[in-house]
């Protein structure tokens, strides 16, 4: 028999006509021969109005009780679920998480789960109830209410059908939501966004931690590391809506899947940082330490072995990033600068491993919007950039408002005005609104998309079978393996000037050239002048080098060009890999430990990697197969 985990979020459970509707969801899931667990959000704004409540008593409420506050919006929700599910004649029991055994750790308001007790809950479903299940909240092994962060019902929903599968049953998962599933981009910024029929784990992955609010990014490693099928779908219809599953081959044909905008993070910029092995891991591991993710890491090197880092972390953790900083960039006579707001726009595509031209295109579309680029990173299937927002006047430009009412998120973003801007320009350039495979064009075949529902297979084969059977908590990030690449070389342009264009000039050069460029690292490193590195293949280097140096004579004949064949690249591959602060650490301290200098380090969910010189390819490799636990 097979277990259905529906979720229903805020917006879709906001009234008794939505959880009447929900409820007839999951009875009529059970009626088609299923066993149903339903996990809840709490009612519309409501998680949204205890927090204006304790800030009505306090602007620093203790976490553990902001925890016991919030923990209450979801209880309401269950309860109402299940009496209307009883209303409407089927047998139903709702429980909290700690009621179930959702053990977190100890990290008030970002908990991570640890594990789950499924024996409780697999007890009501063989007896025939509908299970109701408060999404977003745990207990931690000192029995305190602990949540899982905002947006966290969805890691709730994914992780207990992950849970229920390692138990033995055969599950899918399906989050109902106020759209009708995974578009190409926020169909509230851009209402031409098209709705997608499939997108790989990965790809979502990337989306979310840009964000793409429509998942929580942690579920999506739970969907990834235990292969739980999910849809996204809208609570109001039963059309089919997008399914997230397994990278499918017709994927990796598509350069960009989606664009994402995140408007609520800060750049930093450390100036005057000693350029020498193991003061990043003194930095990184300061801000891991303290829970703190670090996203966009872009170090430049300018005169005299003083490199800049520039990087950006979320608003609410700028004031304790900026305290626990202090005291380290003093000791190391360097400084820190805040910059301002910014929005980072993301293309995330699996496409983008093997075709070139990517990067091309999307700067070239925000250059012709004049946008300039503060920043830019690289992961593996994904770009981003960070476009300053600090222009007064154009932020009094006013947009169409939205028809429902909004969570604070939305409300923040609409002030994203050149990164809004950004994200359309876009979206237009890869044609996102067109139909393609994947995302339209063949709509007929009802089920083309659906994925495998996979047999339990265990104990554990495959080595990703083997890391995850490793995990001491369900939610451990899960490194898996480490690569080295020796085929790379690097260009370094020194001094560019800092203005809307120049990336998309040099990008472009080198692409007509059929080059592919894979990493690429952008930074401040002076007053309006920036550095630009990015790897091309070895064979290439003499080739990209020589277009390289024709574009940026053109641009500035002040600007320096570096080739440099003599490096490796390594990659570590895993789930989850930027947000679990403990990567970067670990990385950055095995490297450190051994004298190994890191040249430039892209970091996405599913790939960090970093440059070393070649000389110590080998070295790193063995460092960091040790470090991950990996040999
Ligand atoms: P819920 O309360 O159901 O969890 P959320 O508000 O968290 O709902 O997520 C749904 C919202 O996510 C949508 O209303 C939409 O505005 C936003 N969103 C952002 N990016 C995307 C995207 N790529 N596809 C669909 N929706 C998106
Ligand atoms: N109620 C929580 C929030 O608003 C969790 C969720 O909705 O997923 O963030
Ligand atoms: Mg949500």
């Given at each position: ?6 979720k ?40 949204d109005?205890?927090?204006?409540k ?50 977190t ?11 789950i ?31 899982l ?20 049953y ?15 981009t ?43 099928p ?31 905008l995140?408007?609520d993070?800060s750049?930093?910029l450390?100036?005057g ?6 003061v990043?891991h003194?930095?990184f591991?300061a ?32 004031d ?15 400084t ?27 700067f ?25 927002e600090d222009?007064?006047?154009e ?30 320009a ?14 339209g ?24 079978e ?113 947000t679990?602060t403990g990567v ?16 430039m ?23 960091l ?7």
């Amino acid at each position: 028999m097979g277990v259905v985990v529906q979720k229903f979020g805020g917006s879709s459970v906001k009234d008794a006509e939505s959880v009447m509707e929900a409820a007839r969801k999951a009875i009529r899931a059970k009626h088609a021969g299923n066993s149903v667990i339903v996990v809840v959000s709490a009612q519309g704004s409501t998680t949204d109005d205890l927090i204006a409540k304790a800030a009505e008593i306090t602007s620093e409420p203790s976490a553990r009780e902001m925890d016991m506050l919030l923990a209450t919006g979801e209880q309401i929700s269950i309860a109402l679920t299940a009496m209307a599910i009883q209303e409407l004649g089927e047998r139903a029991v709702s429980f909290t998480g700690p009621q179930v055994g959702i053990v977190t750790d100890s990290t008030h308001r970002k908990a991570r789960i640890k594990k789950i007790d499924t024996q409780r809950l697999c007890e009501a479903l063989d007896s025939g109830h509908i299970v109701v299940l408060a999404g977003f909240q745990g207990i931690d092994e000192q029995g305190d209410i602990s949540t899982l962060g905002r947006g966290g019902s969805d890691t709730t929903a994914v992780a207990v059908a992950a849970a229920v599968k390692l138990a033995g049953y055969e599950v899918e998962c399906e989050i109902y939501t106020d759209v009708d599933g995974v578009y190409t981009t926020d169909p509230r910024i851009v209402p031409d966004a098209r709705k997608m029929d499939a997108i790989s784990y990965d790809e979502m992955l990337e989306m979310a931690s840009m964000g793409a609010g429509v998942m929580h990014s942690r579920s999506i490693e739970f969907a990834k590391k235990f292969d739980v099928p999910l849809m996204v779908r809208n609570a109001k219809s039963d059309a089919v809506g997008t399914w997230i599953m397994p990278e499918a081959p017709w994927m990796s044909e598509i350069p960009a899947c989606g664009v994402a905008l995140a408007a609520d993070e800060s750049r930093l910029l450390l100036e005057g940082v000693p350029d020498r092995p193991g003061v990043s891991h003194r930095i990184f591991a300061a801000l891991a330490d303290a829970n703190i993710a670090v996203d966009m890491i872009a170090q430049s090197v300018g005169i005299g072995g003083k490199a800049t880092i520039g990087f950006t972390v979320l608003n609410t953790e700028l004031d304790r990033t900026k305290k626990i900083l202090g005291p380290i960039v003093g000791e190391l006579g360097a400084t820190l600068n805040e910059t301002g707001k910014v929005s980072k726009v993301s293309v995330v595509g699996a496409g983008m491993r093997a075709i070139s031209g990517v990067a091309e295109r999307m700067f070239q579309a925000l250059a012709a919007e004049g946008v300039n680029l503060k920043m830019i990173t690289t992961g593996d299937i994904k770009i981003s950039v960070l476009v300053e927002e600090d222009g007064a006047a154009e932020s009094a430009v006013i947009e169409p408002g939205p028809a429902e009412p909004i969570k604070k998120a939305h409300l923040e973003s609409k002030k994203a005005v050149r990164g809004r801007r950004a994200l359309r320009a876009v979206h237009a350039a890869f044609a996102l609104a067109q139909p393609r495979k994947g995302a339209g064009a063949q709509p007929a075949a009802h089920g083309e998309f659906k994925p495998r529902l996979v047999p339990l297979v265990l104990p554990a084969k495959t080595e990703r079978e083997a890391a995850i059977a490793r995990l001491a908590g369900m939610e451990d990030v899960l490194v898996s393996g480490v690569q080295l690449n020796n085929e790379q070389s690097r260009i370094t342009i020194y001094d560019l000037p800092d203005q809307p264009g120049n990336c998309s000039k040099v990008f472009n050069a080198v692409a007509t050239g059929g080059i592919l460029v894979d990493m690429i690292v952008q930074n401040q490193s002076g007053p309006a002048k920036a550095e630009l590195s990015f790897t091309v293949p070895r064979a290439d280097l003499t080739r990209a080098l020589k277009r390289t140096q024709d574009v940026v004579r053109e641009i500035d004949p002040g600007c320096r060009v570096v080739g440099d064949g003599d490096i490796s690249v390594l990659f570590v591959l895993g789930v989850g890999m930027r947000t679990h602060t403990g990567v970067a650490k670990t990385m950055f301290g095995a490297l450190a430990a051994k004298g190994i200098n890191i040249a430039m380090i892209n970091t996405s969910e599913v790939c960090v990697g970093v440059v070393v010189e070649r000389a110590r390819g080998e070295e790193a490799l063995a460092c960091l197969t040790e470090a991950f636990k990996l040999g």
